[in-house]
């Protein structure tokens, strides 16, 4: 709360009255922000596209980023499998690409690709509104009524993003303690992706001291669709203006050189 979320604590017959279908025997009580929201991946995203077209956004789909030429300490071009682009400035947002992306500069982003894994089922009408969390199990329902949602797996870095059977046992299993109304449910699909972590789980922002023009947005440890909106509106501050409205120069990839880590305990999925 002293950060100025306005979560609290709530019992189990509160947590009901939000969530029905809840299991009461396994919890005593529950935490609840009725500030916390969800959103489509794909409708948001794609109203960024067109709110970008408006504004006469140019973009380059099924462009791949082939190296970035760098001459006397500057970005000079990047070339791409459609042509160079000349500029002097590059944003490194590339995702399970970043570490990629650096070497094309000569500068090693301290970042690993995790595997992580998720599911949803057939629809129904909507039952759960909010973010279910219990230890690292996750679930909530879509817009169009599927139940989504996922669980710690161990994985180590950089596995090939393939389904794993196992998954859905753990998952099912867990979730079912929860909510054993879901016992009987239809499995559409499930199907992998990339936690892009850092050390200390918080993501890797700002323009490096190493090279002038490379600006990043990466590491986002499993919270980039949370947190995306807002670093690309500090990212374009600092490129414009030469300073963010928030602050953060503590993110900057310089951290892990002076051993500045800020380590983030809650990561979920």
Known sequence: NKYGVPSRIISVEDALEIVPYLNPEVFIAAAF?????KASPFKTVN???EAGRRLRVEYYTYT???GIVVENGRIHKVITSKGDIETNKVVNAAGAGA???GEMVGIDMPVENYRHHIMVTEPFQEFVKPMVIRGKLYFTQTERGG???GIDMPEKPDQPLRARLDFLEVFAANLVKIMP????VNILRQWAGYYVMTKDNHPILGETEKLEGFYIAAGFSGHGFMMGPIVG???AELIVYGKPSVPIDALKLERFE???LIYERAVIG
């Open 233 to 235: 509106k500090l990212i």
């Open 147 to 149: 139940i989504i949602g």
């Open 33 to 37: 922000c009725h500030k916390d929201g």
């Open 258 to 260: 002076r051993g500045e």
């Open 181 to 184: 109304i879901l016992k009987n």
């Open 64 to 66: 791949e980023v082939k």
């Open 47 to 49: 109203a960024y596209y």
């Open 99 to 101: 570490r990629k992306i």
